[in-house]
């Protein structure tokens, strides 16, 4: 075989004719004493030129050979260039490799040599020392009992011996040693090594050749040992086999001195009581947090306690105050109402106090004129643009008179379903003016303003609108007022009156100049430099802007930016809009603005506070939703009579479900106590979802899921939504004024109950005798006693007061003609449809039946 057969190949054969490629192995080492060989190709040196062969020279005669020379070895170098050509690869790597590991060795060896005997020298050194110190030590105690002057002369001597014994140690050594207990130590300051046991002085030493040849093969397997293994890497790079420190040691040791340094300087930990507030439940985290203590210290404690309990649990507020107790604190222990804000106890003091505008509500019956009268004070036009040309929704605005003066007014709803606007408008106002159509006289919803008002405790000013008509009758209207306690100045009485005409303008300066007199007369003040307090006047989703809601601001000054705390939602201002839709900066007291910025949107008459951080507004909302679920699932209390009640009304009342969206938070309160006016013992609406806002996906699959229409009072579906309800067919119903909606609704519900019965009763008779009819029928003998009978209506046989059986007279004879119909006073025979249980001495009522269009 050749040489080329003998060594590996790379892969597979090759078919061809052309020579094989040579491959050589490589062992690769890895940490853990892992290998792993890898086959790598095998290329020649191409050598450039021939080499020339050198003749031999001629030999001389012996007796020419001149005398033999010393032999003189070629460097190392010369035998390597010399011996290159004719060496392979993996020749010249084997005799690198053995030449690098020999020089290694010998260095090893050399530095093992070195240290041994610095090691040797020190300690003879050491020990050395030592003897003399003892020495002088020894002679100083023996002189001590001598008197002093003789003692003064040793001690030099000893001195200058013990300088002389140790030619190392300078004169000065006292002065070098305190030197050395005043220097700061030195960073990575090496630990000395300890002190070899020297063998007994009878003993005998080990020849000293076989103790250094013994070290120097100890030292050398340790050193090879922590080196690693050989690479050709380390081989032909000797500087780099030395092992590093790693950083993360030297970290360790930097830190290790900086505490060491710093040990001393540190003080003990000076614990501080706090004063913690404790609710009826904490949890064991929360309560850690306030007392500034470690949540494991906390559970440690409870453990003592015999209370197997971890840091998320909850604990009371008696448990808690033994753990504060034991720790150290002082408890403040606070109920969840306590959370809750109260402003009823917050009064401000008196020189705080500011004059600030009046609130004036405008309060009537429909359709009386009370947004023209506000518009001819506003120099506006409302009523245009109201739905119906009534007002559905409760207005603020604000009025700059010609002196300069303010005036707030709030524009109430008339409609009899808007009840709650009223009461909230009367509820929040300083002054009601009760507007009354000189025309139309009072009113039911006049009469409900006027019951409000007196239970607001506020004045009153009667301004009777509509005097430009030619059938205005205002004195007609202060006698009527006479029924209801208001007695006018004109009759003695105490308040005022005013005619206008809201048309015309007539008396519009009047009720101006009667409004100021009356607040001069209350003195309003309020506090503007404090957080500001105000009320929800109404509440709307916008589609842009998102949650609306519009208040008026009772105390204080709110300013964008507040965070505040509204029903059970809290945030922040976002912006601010006057009644113009102008954007402010900050509203007054009696200032009515529009709030930007709510996460939800709020309830009508709910109040706006302002509190001092978010963490507080959380904490207050959160209570509070809490306190709303509750109550919202909380179940009545129940007893046998309520149960047999919901019972009954399971079983006979039709429900009539309805998906209720509103465009402000008025109108669905509005129309949520009209349509539950509606229900009654035969049927009862049922409200699934009201919320403010457009018709969403959500409405639309609520109502396609219950079979329920869906009411929008001025919102329309969004795109979405609008698919969804042309793909399920559901049922919509858009309404904008709020009488047309409750009318559909009441005929809805009545064509739901279906028609109404009623019974109409045609004559009663006196079972006589009871004969055969046939095979199976029986013929009762009558004798009538009341009315008529007649063929063919339904009949209600009875015995003794009880109903036997509802039927119908199927046929009426008088002797054996078959007659229609049979007077009071004559007898007859008659056969009942599908009954024989017919007794002599039995009655017969004939009635029937008419059906009427139900009326809810």
Known sequence: MSETENKPTLGRKPLGLKKSVEAGEVKQTFSHGRTNKVVVEVKRRKLLGKAQPV????????????????????????????????????????????????????????????????????????????????????????TATTDTE???????????????????????????????????????????????????????????????????????????????????????????????????????????????????????????????????????AELAKRMGEKGADLVKALFNLDMMVTITETIDADTAELLVEEFGHRIE???????????????????????????????????????????????????????????????????????????????TPGHEAFTQMRMRGANVTDIVILVVAADDGIMPQTIEAI????????????????????????????????????????????????????????????????IMLQAELLELKANPDRNADATVIEAKLDKGKGPLATVLVNRGTLRRGDIFVVGTE????????????????????????????LGGVPNAGDQLTVVENEQRAREVAEYRQEQATEKRTAPAPANLETMFTALAEKAHVIEFPLVIKADVQGSIEAINTALNNLSNDDIKVRILQSGVGAITESDVALASATGAPILGFNVRPNAKARELISRNKTRMMYYDVIYQLTEEIAKEMAGELGPEKIEHVVGRAEVK????????????????????????????????????????????????DDVDEVRSGLECGVVLED??????????????????????
């Open 55 to 142: 003749e031999a020279a001629p030999e001389k005669p012996e007796q020419e050979k001149p005398a033999p020379a010393p032999e003189v070895k070629a460097p190392p170098a010369a035998k390597k260039a010399a011996a290159a050509p004719k060496e392979t690869r993996q020749e010249i790597q084997a005799r690198l490799l053995r030449e690098a590991e020999e020089a290694r060795l010998t260095s090893l060896e050399n530095a093992s040599k070195r240290e041994v005997a610095a090691r040797q020298k020190a300690v003879e050194n050491e020990r050395q020392r030592a003897d003399d110190n003892r020495k002088a030590d020894v002679e100083a105690e023996a």
């Open 570 to 597: 809290s945030s922040r201002v976002r912006a601010l809009h006057d009644d113009k839709g102008k954007q402010i900066k900050e509203a007054g007291p009696s200032t009515p603005v529009e709030v930007l910025g």
């Open 769 to 816: 005798e009871v004969f055969r009819s046939g095979k199976k029928d029986k013929a009762a003998g009558l004798l009538v006693t009341e009315g008529t009978i007649r063929k063919g209506l339904f009949a209600r046989l009875t015995r003794e007061d009880v109903i036997v059986s509802a039927t119908t007279i199927a046929s009426l004879r008088r002797f054996k």
């Open 451 to 514: 019951k409000h008002t007196k239970a607001a405790g506020v004045p009153m000013i009667v301004a009777i609108n509509k005097c430009d008509k030619d059938d205005a009758n205002a004195q007609r209207v202060r006698e009527r007022l006479l029924e209801h306690e208001i007695v006018v100045e004109e009759m003695s009485g105490e308040v005022q009156n005013v005619e206008v005409s809201a048309k015309t303008g007539k008396g519009i300066d009047e009720l101006i100049e009667k």
């Open 333 to 411: 222990r606070v109920s969840e109402s306590d959370i809750d804000l109260d402003t009823s106890v917050d009064v401000d003091p008196e020189e705080t106090l500011k004059e600030r505008p009046p609130v004036v509500t405008i309060m009537g019956h429909v359709d009386h004129g009370k947004t023209s009268l506000l518009d001819a004070l506003r120099g506006t036009d409302v009523v245009k643009g109201e739905a119906g040309g009534i007002t559905q929704h409760i207005g603020a605005y604000q009025v700059t008179t010609k002196d300069k003066n303010k005036l707030t007014f709030l524009d």
């Open 835 to 856: 009954t024989n249980d017919i007794k002599p001495g039995d009655s017969l009522e004939v009635f029937e039946i008419e059906e009427r269009e139900r009326v809810l």
């Open 150 to 284: 003789a003692a003064d002369a040793v001690k030099p001597a000893a001195k200058a011996k013990a300088g002389a014994s140790d030619p190392a140690a300078p004169e000065d050594a006292p002065a070098v040693a305190a030197q050395r207990e005043t220097t700061a130590p030195r960073k990575f300051t090496p630990v000395a090594k300890p002190e070899p046991k020297r063998p007994d002085a009878g003993a005998k030493r080990p020849d000293s050749s076989s103790s250094k040849k013994s070290e120097r093969s100890r030292g050398d397997r340790n050193d090879r040992r922590q080196s690693g293994k050989l690479t050709v890497t380390r081989a032909l790079n000797e500087d780099e086999g030395a092992r590093a420190r790693s950083l993360a040691a030297l970290k360790r040791a930097r830190e290790k001195e900086r505490r060491a340094q710093f040990a001393g300087k540190q003080k003990p930990r000076v614990k501080h009581a706090r004063d913690v507030i404790v609710p009826e439940a904490i949890t064991v």
